[in-house]
Each structure stands twice: as C-alpha cells, then as structure tokens.
C-alpha cells in the first residue's frame, strides 16, 4: 500500500469513528432525522453536506465526511435514511406526507449562521437536495453535482418506481408531474436571496440531456449565477471521482 493510499484509508476510518461518537438525532412529532455537526473554527461559516443513494445493497450514509476533515468551516451532514429500504427519499417525503423537508428545514434553522456564508452541497441525490434546500433557505452557495431535476420521471425511467412509491405513496402520471415540477416551480418563484450556483456535470453522462440541460436554461432565465465545471465521463457514478475536489476549491475561493 503506498503513502497517498494508506493517509486516505487512516482518514476513512477517522470519518467512521467520528460519526459513531457524534451522530445526534433530531426528533419532532414522532418523527426522527439523523445529523452529524461538527463545529469548525470559522463558527461563521457553515458547509451542509446532503448524501447521494448508496451503492447497490448498501445503506444510507453521510458523504464526504473524511473528504472536509481538514476544513475551518463547521460542518452539517443530513441523513437521509428514508423512503424505501430506508436508502433515501431525496429528503422530502414519505408517503406524500413532506415531514422529512421539514425536519431538515427545522435543523437547517437551527445551524444556519445569522451573518456569515453558507455552502450547500451534493452530488447526484445529493445534489438535488443542494440546489432545492439551498434555494429555499437563501444559502450563499450551492455546489450540485450531476443532479437529477425532473425525480419524478428519473426515478421511473430508472427502475427506481419503488423509491417513487416509497415517497409519494403511488406512482400514477399525476404523482410523477407533481414531484417533476418541485424543483423547476423553486426555481421559477421569487426569492430574496438567490445563492450563486456551480453545477458539475459531464455532456456525456446521460442526467445532462435529461435533466442537466433544462436546469441550466432554467437557473439562467430566473437570474440565479451559474458557474460550470465539467469532465468527460459516461457513468453516472464517476461524478464522486471529481466532486469532493471541486467543493473544497469552492471552500478556498468563495471564503
């Protein structure tokens, strides 16, 4: 095993402890979500990390948690360990019932710094979580990477109907239009505050002419910022190849 292997697995095992010894549970109307919050030197700034589906067979967990080890910035990560085999329901809902949005929105109030930045990130499911609760709250940034924006239609083109299920209790046409249009009716409402927006992506993974395209067209036409950064890869999943990298340049440049 060389040097640059062995220092990532001592930090992955550093992350698993970390999160055995400080996960908490933030519990309302019978209703519990799991957090991770990690307090940095910066008490002015605050990263919250939103989690992509796990492998296949795996269970939910917090991303990136070794990746933002060394940051000054405080650090929240949500779980999302609900839905359909508990492995996510891009934290919105169960059963059409949207009491898991807000539980993340009453720990968002709870950390969100009065004056100070704030970074919202995520990649995949994680990055639809960025960019819908990073809008809605009024974050600084948003830093989403291969995001789905029309769940709705991805979850049933992509063999995921019982996730859909899962979340809205059924999956008939008006159910899938219903959850197509959350993200785009954000994006077109008015807000005060609009977070400038990078978005990663690559031309040749097939979320960008599904859905990557039209989130674009859409964020510039309401006037939100985009910045862009893009590599050339066709799976899907090759965007946690390049993701962590590009949220830690955006912690450096956007201080």
Same mark, same amino acid.
């Given at each position: 095993?060389?040097? %640059?292997?062995?220092?990532?697995?001592?930090?992955?095992?550093?992350?698993?402890?970390?999160?055995?010894?400080?996960?908490?549970?933030?519990?309302?109307?019978?209703?519990?979500?799991?957090?991770?919050?990690?307090?940095?030197?910066?008490?002015?700034?605050?990263?919250?990390?939103?989690?992509?589906?796990?492998?296949?067979?795996?269970? *939910?967990?917090?991303?990136?948690?070794?990746?933002?080890? #060394? *940051?000054?910035?405080?650090?929240?990560?949500?779980?999302?360990? %609900?839905?359909?085999?508990?492995?996510? *329901?891009? &934290?919105?809902?169960?059963?059409?019932?949207?009491?898991?949005?807000?539980?993340?929105?009453?720990? =968002?109030?709870?950390?969100? $710094?009065?004056?100070?930045?704030?970074?919202?990130? #995520?990649?995949?499911?994680?990055? &639809?979580?960025? =960019?819908?609760? #990073?809008?809605?709250?009024?974050?600084?940034?948003?830093?989403?990477?291969?995001?789905?924006?029309?769940?709705?239609?991805?979850?049933?083109?992509?063999?995921?109907?019982?996730?859909?299920?899962?979340?809205?209790?059924?999956?008939?046409?008006?159910?899938?239009?219903?959850?197509?249009?959350?993200?785009?009716?954000?994006? *077109?409402? $008015?807000?005060?505050?609009?977070?400038?927006?990078?978005?990663?992506?690559?031309?040749?993974? $097939?979320?960008?002419?599904?859905?990557?395209?039209?989130? =674009?067209?859409?964020?510039?036409?309401?006037?939100?910022?985009?910045?862009?950064?893009?590599?050339?890869?066709?799976?899907?999943?090759?965007?946690?190849?390049?993701?962590?990298?590009?949220?830690?340049?955006? =912690?450096?440049?956007?201080?």
């Amino acid at each position: 095993m060389n040097e %640059f292997n062995l220092i990532a697995k001592l930090r992955r095992l550093a992350a698993k402890q970390t999160i055995r010894r400080r996960e908490a549970v933030y519990e309302k109307d019978g209703h519990r979500l799991k957090y991770l919050y990690l307090a940095g030197k910066r008490r002015d700034r605050l990263l919250v990390v939103f989690s992509a589906f796990p492998g296949p067979h795996g269970a *939910a967990g917090y991303n990136m948690v070794a990746t933002f080890a #060394g *940051a000054d910035v405080s650090r929240l990560y949500i779980l999302d360990d %609900f839905g359909d085999e508990a492995r996510g *329901a891009y &934290y919105l809902s169960e059963s059409g019932d949207f009491y898991v949005a807000s539980l993340v929105d009453d720990l =968002l109030s709870r950390f969100m $710094p009065q004056d100070g930045k704030t970074y919202f990130v #995520g990649s995949s499911k994680g990055g &639809y979580a960025a =960019l819908y609760f #990073g809008i809605r709250r009024g974050a600084d940034y948003v830093v989403s990477g291969a995001p789905q924006y029309y769940i709705g239609s991805y979850l049933m083109a992509s063999g995921h109907a019982p996730v859909l299920a899962a979340m809205a209790g059924d999956t008939e046409k008006e159910t899938i239009a219903c959850y197509d249009k959350l993200l785009p009716d954000l994006i *077109a409402a $008015p807000h005060e505050k609009k977070p400038l927006v990078v978005l990663h992506y690559s031309e040749k993974e $097939p979320t960008f002419g599904a859905h990557i395209q039209y989130l =674009l067209s859409d964020l510039r036409a309401h006037g939100y910022t985009v910045r862009t950064d893009t590599e050339e890869y066709t799976a899907h999943s090759d965007v946690a190849k390049f993701f962590p990298q590009l949220c830690c340049r955006i =912690l450096k440049e956007y201080k």
